[in-house]
């Protein structure tokens, strides 16, 4: 347009862009996740962890919208006014909460299946203790941010980096404490540790990236103040927590059977309940009354017919082993 400066925004709104185009990719992949998870769990997973699947899909949805439009008002309804691409428009302010609701809920639900592997409540209370200050910082920034209508002031606003470098902690906490519980429950059969290191890896996997992004997201932001290429990383991130969650609740078949395919073998002189057989004992033949309990947690509650319970009389030395009392047994819901 004749008279008006040209301004190269190149890495500013060029990288913001390209983080758009990123995200566009990963929310695809999102929506496959989603519909293989329902597809394949809607008759099995409770309705509390169904919900909670369609919540945190649909806010991701919710904020690709944003950062859609964002783009589209700076860079094609505004094209050519330059003042414009100094405002800190509202789809743009509204995107950080969205992000904020999204990274949050997911790390809240690795928070709790920390508890669930270590059954103590440092590691999560210190996971949620992260995650509520960086969300904490990230709304406040958001109105901050309304109020100054301008982006000028958002790189010298201490919020902006209690946000980014708390997500990136929350993940390191996640990653690191699923890895240590899950170490703890080594039992020395070859073969369960093998799967138990499987869960390790997607434990690593499911923070690896996030934090990734959430490092090179906060480093971006305080030596390149003057563009956005943090923006990129921030937008991608979110995206990320979402693949990561429907990653883990996709894979339970997965591992399920390599359990069932462990078991099948009999691995490591492993003895199984399943193979123990009716019958009667005397009154003086049993010796000793040994009751095994079966629990299945699941996300978000449990079903009261995921209880088995089994008693069985050890006579001496040699002697079979025989179930007097059984109940029914269901298969598990979740890994």
Same mark, same amino acid.
């Given at each position: 347009?004749?008279?008006?400066?040209?301004?190269?925004?190149?890495?500013?709104?060029?990288?913001?862009?390209?983080?758009?185009?990123?995200?566009?990719?990963?929310?695809?992949?999102?929506?496959?996740?989603?519909?293989?998870?329902?597809?394949?769990?809607?008759?099995?997973?409770?309705?509390?962890?169904?919900?909670?699947?369609?919540?945190?899909?649909?806010?991701?949805?919710?904020?690709?919208?944003?950062?859609?439009?964002?783009?589209?008002?700076?860079? &094609?309804?505004?094209?050519?006014?330059?003042?414009?691409?100094?405002? !800190?428009?509202?789809?743009?302010?509204?995107?950080? &909460?969205?992000?904020?609701?999204?990274?949050? @809920?997911?790390?809240?639900?690795?928070?709790?299946?920390?508890?669930?592997?270590?059954?103590?409540?440092?590691?999560?209370?210190?996971?949620?203790?992260?995650?509520?200050?960086? %969300?904490?910082?990230?709304?406040?920034?958001?109105?901050?941010?309304?109020?100054?209508?301008?982006? @000028?002031?958002? $790189?010298?606003?201490?919020? %902006?980096?209690?946000?980014?470098?708390?997500?990136?902690?929350?993940?390191?906490?996640?990653?690191?404490?699923?890895?240590?519980?899950?170490?703890?429950?080594?039992?020395?059969?070859?073969?369960?540790?093998?799967?138990?290191?499987?869960?390790?890896?997607? !434990?690593?996997?499911?923070?690896?990236?996030?934090?990734?992004?959430?490092?090179?997201?906060?480093?971006?932001?305080?030596?390149?103040?003057?563009?956005?290429?943090?923006?990129?990383?921030?937008?991608?991130?979110?995206?990320?927590?979402?693949?990561?969650?429907?990653?883990?609740?996709?894979?339970?078949?997965?591992?399920?059977?390599?359990?069932?395919?462990?078991?099948?073998?009999?691995?490591?002189?492993?003895? $199984?309940?399943?193979?123990?057989?009716?019958?009667?004992?005397?009154? @003086?033949?049993?010796?000793?009354?040994?009751?095994? $309990?079966?629990?299945?947690?699941?996300?978000?509650?449990?079903?009261? %017919?995921? $209880?088995?319970?089994?008693?069985?009389?050890?006579?001496?030395?040699?002697?079979?082993?025989?179930?007097?009392?059984?109940?029914?047994?269901?298969?598990?819901?979740?890994?």
């Amino acid at each position: 347009m004749p008279g008006q400066p040209i301004v190269d925004i190149r890495n500013s709104f060029g990288a913001a862009f390209v983080g758009l185009i990123i995200s566009t990719m990963l929310f695809g992949w999102t929506m496959a996740q989603t519909w293989f998870y329902f597809w394949n769990y809607r008759n099995r997973d409770s309705k509390q962890l169904k919900f909670f699947v369609a919540f945190v899909t649909f806010m991701d949805a919710l904020h690709m919208i944003m950062c859609t439009y964002a783009i589209y008002w700076y860079l &094609i309804l505004n094209f050519g006014n330059v003042e414009s691409l100094m405002d !800190s428009m509202w789809a743009m302010n509204l995107q950080v &909460i969205l992000s904020v609701i999204v990274g949050s @809920s997911v790390q809240f639900y690795y928070a709790r299946r920390v508890y669930i592997l270590s059954r103590s409540i440092i590691l999560p209370i210190l996971i949620v203790v992260v995650v509520v200050v960086g %969300s904490g910082a990230g709304l406040y920034l958001t109105a901050r941010a309304f109020a100054l209508k301008r982006f @000028s002031g958002v $790189h010298t606003f201490w919020p %902006s980096y209690i946000t980014l470098g708390a997500v990136a902690l929350a993940d390191g906490l996640v990653a690191a404490s699923m890895c240590w519980s899950l170490y703890r429950r080594r039992t020395g059969f070859a073969k369960t540790d093998s799967i138990i290191l499987t869960l390790m890896a997607y !434990s690593i996997n499911s923070g690896l990236l996030t934090g990734i992004l959430g490092i090179t997201a906060t480093i971006c932001f305080i030596i390149l103040p003057t563009n956005m290429v943090w923006l990129a990383f921030s937008w991608a991130m979110s995206k990320c927590y979402v693949n990561s969650l429907l990653a883990m609740l996709n894979s339970r078949d997965y591992i399920r059977d390599r359990r069932d395919q462990s078991d099948s073998g009999n691995p490591d002189n492993a003895y $199984h309940l399943s193979s123990m057989r009716v019958g009667k004992l005397s009154a @003086s033949e049993a010796a000793v009354c040994v009751s095994v $309990h079966r629990s299945t947690t699941l996300d978000y509650g449990r079903n009261k %017919s995921d $209880h088995d319970e089994a008693t069985f009389e050890v006579t001496k030395p040699n002697a079979t082993i025989v179930p007097l009392k059984s109940k029914a047994q269901t298969p598990e819901s979740s890994a």
